[in-house]
């Protein structure tokens, strides 16, 4: 009989999956710059949460994807070099600006998408549906558990805050 896997050896096996996916491999072809790799993947979100509305601050945008303002700002930057959204001031908020997709961008997103596609179909080719389904039920219910530890920790943290603030007074 085999001995049952340990915690660290799921969580080890997890790190090396993640990591296969954050590569973003194709269809077996690694692209060699991981940071490249990684921008395309944010500008793919960035496009993707653009196409929900006609417009968006880019402040909501920041808040959408919890990232720092600079590295939005960059992507930003990239995006419009490349015809795929207009950035305009915020006619109610002067001191920002309102971004919004536009045909180029539209179709990159397209691209984006077909790409991911094939990459999902890719990755996950040597499960049958059942073990598809099975996979999809065990992570649901760790993203669940931890999404629910981390609202737990953050409402602890804010009622620390307050009573710290109470304190003060």
Same mark, same amino acid.
């Given at each position: ?46 496009? %993707?949460? *653009?196409? $929900? ?7 909501? =945008? !920041?808040? +959408? &994807?919890?990232?720092?303002?600079? @590295? ?52 996950? %080719?040597? *499960?049958? $549906? ?7 039920? =065990? !992570?649901? +219910? &760790?993203?669940?558990?931890?999404? @629910? ?21």
């Amino acid at each position: 009989m085999s001995e049952p896997v340990s915690n660290e050896q799921l969580l080890l096996l997890f790190h090396r999956a993640a990591k296969w996916m954050f590569r973003g491999h194709r269809h077996g072809h690694r692209h060699h710059d991981s940071a490249e790799g990684h921008a395309r993947h944010a500008q793919g979100r960035i496009l %993707s949460i *653009l196409a $929900e509305r006609d417009s968006m601050s880019q402040r909501e =945008l !920041l808040d +959408r &994807l919890h990232i720092r303002s600079a @590295s939005l700002s960059e992507l930003l930057i990239k995006l419009e070099k490349h015809g795929h959204i207009a950035r305009q001031r915020d006619e109610k908020d002067k001191r920002g600006f309102l971004l919004r997709l536009i045909d180029a961008g539209r179709a990159a997103l397209t691209e984006h998408r077909r790409h991911h596609l094939e990459s999902a179909a890719h990755l996950f %080719s040597v *499960l049958d $549906e059942t073990e598809r389904e099975t996979l999809f039920a =065990l !992570l649901n +219910r &760790l993203l669940t558990a931890w999404e @629910s530890d981390e609202a737990a920790l953050k409402n602890e943290d804010e009622e620390k805050s307050v009573s710290e603030q109470e304190k003060r007074r």
